[in-house]
T-cell receptor, first 111, second 116 residues
């Protein structure tokens, strides 16, 4: 599976938008971009995923660059509950669900 | 709650003892995964089942580890002769039906193991 690069940490203020970047320059045409997050002392939680087009759901938006070599997870209004480690993961068409997690980005939200 | 359930949530054991963790996936999810996570690291894949068949094992799964899913429903992960390096959170996850790269994987809250 292709690798992703994320900043180790980011800070945000409550109720402000947050843009979490992810680089995946070696992405292949069939790789999906998935985002999971992990709150303290909990298991990872699915956030959003996409292939080529931007995606929106109730939790977040995913903006995918035209060349697909990078993507950005957007939290529109950060809350204290959004403080977590966010993982950007590429999932290939041939994978069997064995996700390869990096270290992710630790997001801190200040009140 | 109909999410992935893991038991026990916390286990402290002495080195050399055996421990077993249980996972109950979301009902009717065919696929079940086990991951391990140490402090400061992302989860690492250990193994997965399609129904009762164990289809892949990571090289991280040493011969002291064994996982089963006898009836294609719940699963157990046993660690024999525990070592301090086994201290970690063991995560179970499940996903429905035929795997596709756009599928979502649902994780449990994990079982913390401390080997003293």
């Amino acid at each position: 599976d292709a690798k992703t690069t994320q900043p180790n940490s980011m800070e945000s203020n409550e109720e402000e938008p947050v843009h979490l970047p992810c680089n995946h320059s070696t992405i292949s045409g069939t790789d999906y971009i998935h985002w999971y997050r992990q709150l303290p002392s909990q298991g990872p939680e699915y956030v959003i995923h996409g292939l080529t087009s931007n995606v929106n759901n109730r939790m977040a938006s995913l903006a995918i660059a035209e060349d697909r070599k990078s993507s950005t997870l957007i939290l529109h209004r950060a809350t204290l509950r959004d403080a977590a480690v966010y993982y950007c993961i590429l999932v290939s068409g041939g994978s069997q669900g064995n996700l390869i997690f990096g270290k992710g980005t630790k997001l801190s939200v200040k009140p | 709650d109909t999410g992935v359930s893991q038991d026990p949530r916390h286990k402290i054991t002495k080195r050399g003892q055996n421990v077993t963790f249980r996972c109950d996936p979301i009902s009717e999810h065919n696929r079940l995964y086990w991951y391990r996570q140490t402090l400061g690291q992302g989860p690492e894949f250990l193994t997965y089942f399609q129904n009762e068949a164990q289809l892949e094992k990571s090289r991280l799964l040493s011969n002291r580890f064994s996982a089963e899913r006898p009836k294609g429903s719940f699963s157990t992960l046993e660690i024999q002769r525990t070592e301090q390096g086994d201290s970690a959170m063991y995560l179970c996850a499940s996903s429905p039906g035929f795997w596709a790269a756009g599928n979502t994987i649902y994780f449990g809250e994990g079982s913390w193991l401390t080997v003293v």
